[in-house]
């Protein structure tokens, strides 16, 4: 083992120091032979040295004092790019455009009523729209709107009203509130007059909800 | 068996030479090679263009030192006006050691390993020499190796007289590799045994091998044919003796190749009768000739692994500067980096920490915002994007266009199961008047029609009834049906 290590050593002598055609030439001489080998060794063995000693304990020791302000500023940075300033007020416009299909309170609700039964007297279909109890109703947990049932009779003596009815259920998409149709009951009787039963629910904001900015 | 003797040869670490070298062109190289042939003391230089003779010339005495060597080199080149650059050296002299060694019968690279392990040992006592082992015929049941060793001392000084002169050594050889070449060319079938007795310069060499076959062994006698024909035929007879008694061959050709016939008699007087004597006016040129045909790849080349090991330490040396400068390139740019990253993180710094009593108002901001956006964003969902679509008029409005006459509806009822399906149910009724057969196939063409409907209603098979209208005795009113179908719809 001894000797390998000594032949390795000296296989290394000779690759660093051998000067062409000068086998035995004094130490000096390959000493300098061996320098632009050395040269750049001890540059990188200085560079790194600074490096692992000097620069990064100093980088290190300011990154430490700055860290709590920097771990903030990269909140702040996750915090902005989560959105940015455009497109939150175009969906904050967008949101209050959509708050106008919401019914506001109670009383917006009955001049809803009284519109949709106003359009069905225009097709020759009598009826009573009226708005159910919400006593029984409890909002989904964290939802921003709660439903406002409502019900419906219309009847009509007009065995040709069928077609009328359809545009009137047009009129509830077409409305400036949102208005879904949740159950449609038609009975006709002998004579072919119509009983119509609608269940509706219209879309209130949850009362502990802001309106959207 | 061992040849070496008196010194003869002085050559070791040179002495600065008494006059400069030669300069030659450090451009010029016409592809010419240089065989040196330097046997006891004779040195004879040959030039050669494609292994074809151009021009010999021979040292008008003898040549000991290397001092002399450098200068007759200088006076051939001048003569032969060489313009190459690589040179080859035939060489016998008393420190050139040829040693047989037997090794154990076993692979190449154990006797291999056994020859390095002697000339370790030879190294131990001597000094450190160039070798190469020669395959020779064994003796019983070993392998045998002619071991030829030269001093790495004289290998340096010839090299370094060459390299003065911007000369390349690219081969050393033995006397008997040509002759053993030649030896092959010969008009004697092939594995007889042949002795062939060479004069190279001041010494005599003896070599006893089988025509186009190993070598069994070699020798070298000082002693001259024209000086001592009769210690020649002396030992050629040896040799003889020797080949019959260790090899159990009867060797009965003998081969003079020198430049004159003056031990002729004395070989034949003293080998005794029946041999065939057979003599080649030979020169020492015809060597060189024949060693310019060899290889420097030729297994008996003392420098070809010397060459090779130094190629090899030129190579790593050539990788290590590469790996030293490119590592301290990398590293330096690495450092130049991080200093840069490490500039902008400290104006980063400088910045937050400017900035520092506005950090909590602005998270605060900015929190307030996210959390108004995720509520817009909810808001705008649950408001707009969950409205129910108008499946209770497209239904009664599909159901009315395929409707067929006989069936009259006296219930339609459309609704959302908010809770369960998440989808549309609808339940139908109504009555047709027909015989009940004909009713069942309306009710199930009706129920077809659905099925193909956009709305990809699915009618539930248990729910469909078709049931006659008990009639008074004696009625004549048409036959109805009452029937009720329910389902769901998929569209939601």
């Known amino acids: ?213 | 068996m061992t040849t070496a003797t008196d010194t003869l040869v002085e050559a070791g670490p040179v002495a600065a030479p008494s006059r400069p070298p030669v300069r030659r062109s450090p451009t010029g190289d016409n592809g010419d090679v240089l065989g040196v042939g330097w046997l006891h003391g004779s040195l004879i230089f040959a030039v050669f263009r494609r292994q074809k003779l151009q021009g010999s010339w021979s040292a008008p005495k003898p040549v000991k030192t290397m001092e002399e060597f450098g200068g007759v080199l200088d006076e051939a080149l001048l003569e032969l006006k060489f313009g190459g650059t690589e040179v080859f050296l035939l060489l016998e002299n008393d420190q050139f050691v040829h040693q047989i060694e037997g090794t154990p019968p076993f692979s190449d690279s154990v006797a291999r390993a056994f020859l390095h392990g002697r000339v370790e040992r030879h190294e131990k006592e001597h000094a450190p020499v160039l070798w190469v082992g020669q395959p020779a015929a064994g003796l019983k049941k070993e392998r045998s190796f002619i071991l030829h060793m030269l001093p790495k001392s004289f290998y340096d000084g010839f090299a370094r007289v060459l390299l003065e002169r911007r000369l390349d050594l690219t081969r050393i050889m033995p006397l008997v590799v040509p002759v053993q070449r030649e030896l092959d060319r010969f008009p004697i079938a092939k594995g007889r045994p042949v002795l062939v007795a060479v004069e190279a310069g001041g010494a005599t060499v003896v070599m006893v091998a089988k025509v186009g076959d190993e070598l069994l062994f070699a020798r070298t006698i000082l002693a001259t044919w024209s000086a001592d024909p009769g210690r020649i035929g002396v030992e050629i007879n040896r040799s003889l003796l020797y080949a019959n008694q260790q090899f159990g061959m009867t060797v009965d050709r003998v081969w003079l190749l020198g430049q004159d016939n003056h031990a002729t008699a004395e070989v034949n007087a003293k080998c005794g009768t029946g041999r065939q004597i057979t003599v080649l006016p030979t020169t020492p040129v015809e060597w060189l000739q024949s060693a310019a045909k060899l290889s420097p790849r030729h297994p008996v080349n003392l420098v070809a692994g010397h060459l090779q090991r130094k190629s090899r330490q030129r190579s790593v040396r050539r990788g290590l500067l590469l790996i030293c400068w490119l590592g301290l390139a990398s590293l330096a740019f690495d450092s130049w980096t991080k200093a840069q990253l490490w500039n902008a993180d400290q104006r980063r710094f400088a910045q937050i920490s400017a900035t520092a009593p506005n950090l909590n108002a602005e998270r605060e901001r900015l929190l307030a915002r996210n959390q108004t956006v995720q509520r817009n964003r909810d808001f705008i969902r649950q408001v707009e994007e969950q409205r129910l679509p108008p499946v209770p008029g497209k239904f009664a409005a599909y159901l009315a266009g395929i409707l067929p006459g006989e069936i009259r509806l006296t219930e339609l009822i459309v609704k959302w199961e908010d809770s369960a399906t998440g989808g549309w149910s609808f339940r139908l009724e109504g009555s047709v008047e027909a015989d009940e057969e004909t009713a069942r196939e309306i009710v199930a063409g009706l129920q077809r029609q659905l099925a193909k409907s956009p709305l990809r209603v699915r009618i539930s098979e248990t729910a469909r009834t078709v049931v006659p209208v008990q009639r008074a005795a004696g009625s004549t009113a048409p036959d109805l049906q009452r029937f009720s179908l329910e389902g769901v719809m998929l569209e939601n």
């Open chain 1, 1 to 213: 083992m001894k000797t390998r290590i000594l032949n390795f050593r000296d296989q290394c002598w000779q690759i660093l120091t051998e000067v062409p055609g000068w086998p035995d030439a004094p130490r000096q001489v390959r000493l300098r032979r061996a320098l632009p080998i050395l040269v750049p060794c001890a540059a990188i063995l200085c560079l790194l040295g600074w490096n692992w000693f000097v620069r990064d304990p100093q980088i290190g020791a300011e990154r430490a004092a700055h860290q709590a302000l920097e771990a903030q500023d990269n909140e702040l940075e996750t915090l902005r790019l989560a959105c940015s300033e455009k497109d939150a007020a175009d969906l904050a416009a967008r949101a209050a455009s959509v708050a106008n299909l919401t019914v506001k309170d109670p009383s917006e609700l009955a001049v809803v009523l009284q519109g949709l039964r106003k359009k069905a007297n225009d097709r020759h279909w009598d009826g009573v729209f009226q708005g159910s109890d919400l006593s029984g109703e409890t909002p989904p947990v964290n939802s921003l709107v709660n439903f406002l049932p409502a019900r419906a009779k219309l009847t009509t003596a007009n065995p040709e009203a069928f077609s009328s009815l359809l545009s009137l259920f047009e009129q509830f998409s077409e409305s400036e509130k949102r208005i879904d149709l949740t159950r449609m009951g038609i009975r006709a009787d002998e004579q072919g007059r119509y009983t119509v039963e609608l269940a509706l629910r219209l879309v209130g904001q949850s009362p502990n909800e802001k309106t959207p900015q």
